[in-house]
């Protein structure tokens, strides 16, 4: 009798034991559903993150290219060979880069409007500092003594 007691109760701790072992594996099946909800979880962010940052790198190629374009249009300008329409694109933009690209082009058409005119008052200096010397050189002519010799010669002759 003592042995089917002791039986009994060796039964009844390992059915403790069994029910201990039950819920632990429970507990381990619960973690594991949750670890593979927070896996798939975080490959869909991960992807998404992914193709966040390839748009956000392509944005950036996009935007430093046209900066590059304004870099460029920096050194024509330099060169003397800028011409407006290549910021056309860039002054499209509705951001700092495009108001700086329209800035640079309103700004370089005001410098050539400004060297044209300085062209043509250049020209006209010219002009007048050649009519100036022609009435120096007339002048000059007209108060030798040869040509005053001439001048009363002419008007012996005449009257």
Do not use: P, W
Not at 14 to 35: A, M, T
Not at 38 to 47: G, M, N
Not at 142 to 148: A, E, G, I, V
């Amino acid at each position: 009798m003592q042995k089917v007691q002791i039986m009994n109760e060796l039964i009844k701790q390992l059915l403790v034991e069994i029910e201990g072992l039950k819920q632990k594996l429970l507990e381990q099946e619960n973690e594991i559903s949750d670890l593979e909800i927070l896996l798939e979880t975080t490959t869909e962010h991960s992807t998404n993150i992914e193709a966040e940052l390839h748009e956000k790198n392509e944005q950036m190629s996009r935007y430093l290219q046209q900066v590059y374009c304004i870099t460029n249009a920096a050194a024509a300008v330099e060169a003397g060979t800028f011409e407006s329409h290549t910021l056309n694109e860039v002054a499209q933009r509705s951001d700092e880069l495009g108001r700086l690209a329209r800035v640079f082009q309103r700004m370089t058409e005001q410098i050539k409007a400004r060297e044209e005119k300085l062209k043509q008052q250049v020209e006209q200096l010219k002009i007048e500092i050649d009519q100036f010397k022609r009435v120096q050189q007339v002048s000059e002519i007209t108060k030798t003594d040869s040509f005053q010799q001439l001048k009363q010669k002419v008007k012996q002759l005449k009257g």
